[in-house]
């Protein structure tokens, strides 16, 4: 901070101001994590300097020597991680990267079809009239049954009826595994492309404790943050199976991406990706999506366990979903609530849910974060009951917010990976 605070004091003592706020608050936003300061420093390199429009070999622009070979690094490291023969490694985020999907594989008009919002999908799925992928394709989206699960079988049915040309497996906001050989089935029972979205899964994957899709998915996607513990960035990753359904889907998707809808890639950012995937590779990060996903279970128990309506009943991945409805509070005030005692997770959508998305009735919290500090079920337990004692007003914010301090104190954000 030697330079920033010389030049811009403004902007340093806000940026200590979040590294405090990280360093004194409990992380449960599902989405968010903890980069390796590994990462920080490759995302905060001249390689941030540079322009590199195109891929590597096949640049616009001189002076590629070592950048081309930063992004080769991070395309091989994936290809290797997830077992695919094609990576694209330049999306800026998660959001372009499903929009370059749709891009080149779809006409304006064709069915695109994901997860509705209030079941657990994601805005770039399809939903309707306010996004890129609803308003220039048809968007025809399935929800979750009753029980808040996704049922298969009605699943092929609406397939068949509607017709996708891409067919979305992927959420944001659902509890369970996903059973991505039955999406292929379906998929393939109407001859449509099946896009795995796993953003909120990598990690997991990863780490054995999530079923992964390439063997069944023809394109997945994945953002570099989350459980994956890398800096803001995604990846398309092509499979063998798309390779076989379309033998031009690699290149395609190379040039929805650039020129289609992206300029110079941000090396940087590509560098950050190619050490978290080195990091992401070893026994330790095994080790460690085991524990995000014990942690999660143990969170879910003790929030049920003292009356907490959690939506399908639990989860088996790292994030849950709370209905507070029978709490009496509105989740957008719990969260604000929560907030107040250091407790940083955010109001969500449940299923069916009869209040609006900027009001709803539950709140989504997760575990990867705090696993990255080092906590275990003791301490899962222990915010749990935290979380209860100020959703039924036992006690008060400032009273938890000690107790969360304490907690912060005794584990640190990691520095090291």
Same mark, same amino acid.
């Given at each position: 901070?030697?330079?920033?605070?010389?030049?811009?004091?403004?902007?340093?003592?806000?940026?200590?101001?979040?590294?405090?706020?990280?360093?004194?608050?409990?992380?449960?936003?599902?989405?968010?994590?903890?980069?390796?300061?590994?990462?920080?420093?490759?995302?905060?390199?001249?390689?941030?300097?540079?322009?590199?429009? $195109?891929?590597?070999?096949?640049?616009?622009?001189?002076?590629?020597?070592?950048?081309?070979?930063?992004?080769?690094?991070?395309?091989?490291?994936?290809?290797?991680? +997830?077992?695919?023969?094609?990576? &694209?490694?330049?999306?800026?985020?998660?959001?372009?990267?499903?929009?370059?999907?749709? +891009?080149?594989?779809? &006409?304006?008009?064709?069915?695109?079809?994901?997860?509705?919002?209030?079941?657990? $999908?994601?805005?770039?799925? !399809?939903?309707?009239?306010? /996004?890129?992928?609803?308003? +220039?394709? /048809?968007?025809?989206?399935?929800?979750?049954?009753?029980?808040?699960?996704?049922?298969?079988?009605?699943?092929?049915?609406?397939?068949?009826?509607?017709?996708?040309?891409?067919?979305?497996?992927?959420?944001?906001?659902?509890?369970?595994?996903?059973?991505?050989?039955?999406?292929?089935?379906?998929? $393939?029972?109407?001859?449509?492309?099946?896009?795995?979205?796993?953003?909120?899964?990598?990690?997991?994957?990863?780490?054995? @404790?999530?079923?992964?899709?390439?063997?069944?998915?023809? @394109?997945? %996607?994945?953002?570099?943050?989350?459980?994956?513990?890398?800096?803001?960035?995604?990846?398309?990753?092509?499979?063998?199976?798309?390779?076989?359904?379309?033998?031009?889907?690699?290149?395609?998707?190379?040039?929805?991406? *650039?020129?289609?809808?992206?300029?110079?890639?941000?090396?940087?950012?590509?560098? !950050?990706?190619?050490?978290?995937?080195?990091?992401?590779?070893?026994?330790? +990060?095994?080790?460690? !999506?085991?524990?995000?996903?014990?942690?999660?279970?143990?969170?879910?128990?003790?929030?049920?366990?003292?009356?907490?309506?959690?939506?399908?009943?639990?989860?088996?991945?790292?994030?849950?979903?709370?209905?507070?409805?029978?709490?009496?509070?509105?989740?957008?005030?719990?969260?604000?609530?929560?907030?107040?005692? !250091?407790?940083?997770?955010?109001?969500?959508?449940?299923?069916?849910?009869?209040?609006?998305? *900027?009001?709803?009735?539950?709140?989504?919290?997760?575990?990867?974060?705090?696993?990255?500090?080092?906590?275990?079920?003791?301490? %899962?337990?222990?915010?749990?009951?935290?979380?209860?004692?100020?959703?039924?007003?036992?006690? /008060?914010?400032?009273?938890?917010?000690?107790?969360?301090?304490?907690?912060?104190?005794?584990?640190?954000?990691?520095?090291?990976?």
């Amino acid at each position: 901070m030697k330079y920033i605070t010389q030049t811009d004091r403004a902007i340093a003592k806000l940026i200590s101001a979040e590294r405090r706020r990280q360093e004194q608050t409990l992380m449960l936003i599902p989405s968010e994590n903890y980069a390796s300061q590994a990462v920080e420093e490759a995302v905060g390199s001249p390689l941030g300097n540079k322009y590199a429009e $195109g891929y590597p070999q096949k640049r616009y622009y001189q002076g590629q020597t070592f950048v081309d070979q930063v992004e080769q690094l991070a395309i091989e490291r994936a290809k290797k991680l +997830f077992g695919v023969p094609h990576v &694209n490694v330049q999306p800026y985020s998660g959001s372009p990267a499903n929009a370059a999907v749709y +891009f080149n594989l779809l &006409n304006s008009g064709d069915v695109v079809m994901g997860l509705t919002l209030s079941s657990g $999908g994601h805005l770039t799925h !399809g939903h309707p009239k306010i /996004t890129f992928s609803g308003k +220039f394709f /048809t968007s025809i989206q399935y929800e979750v049954g009753k029980d808040g699960v996704i049922d298969y079988d009605q699943l092929a049915k609406f397939v068949k009826k509607h017709k996708p040309k891409i067919l979305v497996a992927g959420t944001t906001a659902y509890p369970r595994v996903l059973n991505f050989k039955r999406f292929g089935e379906i998929a $393939g029972s109407v001859g449509a492309y099946l896009l795995a979205d796993i953003s909120h899964i990598a990690g997991l994957i990863i780490a054995g @404790v999530h079923p992964s899709p390439t063997a069944f998915a023809h @394109v997945v %996607m994945t953002t570099t943050h989350k459980t994956l513990r890398g800096p803001r960035g995604a990846m398309i990753l092509v499979t063998s199976r798309g390779l076989k359904k379309d033998k031009d889907l690699a290149s395609k998707i190379d040039k929805a991406v *650039f020129p289609g809808l992206q300029g110079g890639p941000h090396i940087n950012t590509i560098a !950050g990706i190619a050490v978290a995937l080195t990091e992401a590779s070893t026994a330790r +990060f095994k080790k460690y !999506g085991q524990q995000i996903v014990k942690n999660a279970k143990a969170l879910a128990q003790t929030l049920m366990i003292n009356g907490v309506n959690l939506t399908t009943g639990g989860t088996d991945n790292h994030l849950m979903v709370a209905d507070l409805r029978s709490l009496n509070i509105k989740g957008k005030d719990a969260a604000i609530l929560l907030e107040k005692a !250091g407790i940083v997770l955010n109001y969500n959508t449940v299923p069916f849910d009869p209040n609006p998305p *900027f009001n709803p009735s539950g709140i989504r919290l997760g575990t990867p974060a705090v696993t990255s500090r080092g906590m275990k079920e003791k301490e %899962m337990k222990k915010i749990g009951e935290l979380i209860v004692t100020i959703l039924k007003k036992k006690l /008060t914010a400032a009273e938890v917010l000690k107790e969360v301090r304490q907690l912060c104190r005794r584990f640190h954000i990691p520095k090291a990976y």
